[in-house]
Each structure stands twice: as C-alpha cells, then as structure tokens.
DNA sequence: TGAAATTAGTTGCAAATGATACTATTCTGC
DNA sequence: GCAGAATAGTATCATTTGCAACTAATTTCA
C-alpha cells in the first residue's frame, strides 16, 4: 500500500498538506471499522449478539454486578444503547435486573447462568481474534500501540480543541 | 486512568483474561469515535458537512477528479454512502458532476469554486484537529503510531480470520 | 423542610445506515 | 457481433442510531 510518493495524478504532498490516507482520525476510523465489523460478523452469526450487547456482556463478565450507568461507563456508550443493550438481553434472559439497594431509580444487572455460559464461550472467542489481529506484532509493538492509545484518549480527555 | 491493577470489584487480570478496557477493538473504537466525533462536531456546526461529504471533499481536494467509484476507493466508504453524499454536495453545488468520456455508466466528480472554497477553509482546520490530537508526541512516536496502524491494516487485509 | 436542580432509565421520533435489488452500460470470450 | 457476466450508480425498504423529551427518584442548599 503506496502511501508514500504522490498518487498519479494528486498534487505534491506539500508540508502540512491534508492526504486522507495520512490523516490520523481518518485511518483510526478505518482500522476501528474494520477490526470491529470483522469480529461483531462473527458475534451475531455465532450468538446473535450485536457489539453493544456483547460489551454489556464482557463488562458484566468482569464480575461485579453494575448499574446501567455503571455499564456505561464501563464501556462508553450511550445511556439509550446501553438501555437497550440490557432490555434486549434481559428479553433472551442473558441478564437479570434487580433492585439497587441504595437507589430505587436504578437497577443493579448481572448475568445469569444463561448469560454466564455465553461469556466463557466469547471471551476466548473475543481473545483469540484479537491475537489474530496482532499476529507477528512483538510484545513491544502491542504494548507501544496501548500505550499510544491510551496517550491519544488522554488528549482526547483533555479538551483543549475548538 | 488505572488501566493497571484490579479495579474494585473486578476479578484479578488472569492471563488470557478478556478485560474490555485493554481489548484491542475495543480500544480502537473509542479512540476512533471520540476523535471522529469531536472533529465531525466542527465540520457539522461551521460548515453544514457530515464526515462523509468532508471525506469526499477532502479526497477531491487532493486534485485529480474522481469518479464515485475511484471516491469509494479512496475513502474506504460504500458504494451507496458515497452516492448520497456526492449527491448532497451536488445540491449544494460544492461538486458537480460531468460525463466521463470512457465510461458512460461513470461519472467524473470534481469540486466547484465553491467547492475549492470550502475545502481551503476546511483543509487547515482539519489540519489544526490532528495536530492538537497529537500533541506532546513526538515524531517518532507520531511516526510508529501510524506504522502500527500501517501494520493493524495489513493484517485485516491478509484476512485467515474465523 | 421543601423547592429547584440533578440523575437513572425509558420512550418516541426523525435521520442515518446498510443490504438488496434494479437500470444502464461495458467487458469477455467465443 | 452477440450472449452472459461484471460494473457504475441509484432506489427501496427495514433496521439502527441519536437526540430530546419524559417519569421517577434523589440530591442540594437556602
């Protein structure tokens, strides 16, 4: 894949020039897209799980029980994803909702037997297209790529933009 | 934040164990959708653009016209999420579109004075977004941040998935 | 206390998205 | 030069998504 050395036909790649395919959000929003659709492909054809239900699953299966909000956090979505997330797997039973004992707007959602079972059939499914996806990187490489992630959502965090 | 060391309530990191927050698609993703949407938020707000009429703009920025499928090519979108969006810069006049002369099923899309306008204007900000993203990394790391990415693609490209 | 502000979670609606099918044109190979 | 396969682009329809509004419970603080 040729992203050095001007394309036939595209203007020199002047400094600071945008090229799309050098451009950060851009090839994040590729790798993302791709990685994900790969590996959500195999949920639902294999559980019927959509992504979002599978990380309400995964984040479940870390042990504690959590709130929705508690979800959310965990794994970044939306509170109305989330909502739906839960309601759907609450439908197959994967999930169970019972009262939080502190605050009765919220309920605490755990997996069930059902929904355990699921989980110790992904995960190991979820790890092993991950290290797929990391084949021939060194563990330098993996832990470099992480650490450049997380400085990236650092900065993200940081605002400072606008 | 403690990505390291157990979080309260959660089982201990065995090996092999699926933690979300180190999970490799998963990481990828919200990276991706917060540095897409914040970028997607100034486009919409200043310009009226979604992120795919920017991309289109931006590969057609880059010179040469395009036909919808070369657009495709170069964005890595759908086939039908390009034709919407070159049918929605059309109406703005942002591009137009003219006959191209080898194949009459195609064709050739460039941008408009307008067009060029809005893609001058764009370009730099676009620009700006990245650079604050990636400040305090230096080149080096700016540079193995997008090999790693390099790298991530190759390896969906190779496929031996599933 | 108790009025106002905040938060947990859900619902409804409008817009975005994606798969499929369709038209028109071009290519292939005989 | 022609039948069948492939390709460019569009239209259709069902699903997904995301925002804003809403209810109910909790917190804040005067």
Redesign the pocket.
Known sequence: MARDGARPGSRPAAAGRLRLADYLPYRLSVAS?RAS?LIARAYQARFGL???EWRVIAVLGEGAPR??????EATA???????????AL?ARELVR?SA?E????????TLTPEGEAIYAEVAPLALRYEAALLEGFSPDERARLMALLSKLEARLDAGGFG
Chains 1, 2 share one sequence.
């Open positions: 897209n659709g959509s992504i979002q709130t929705a909000q508690g979800v959310c979505m939306d509170k109305v994803t989330v909502s739906r997330a839960i309601r609450d909702r939080n502190h605050d009765r707007r919220a309920s605490d959602v």
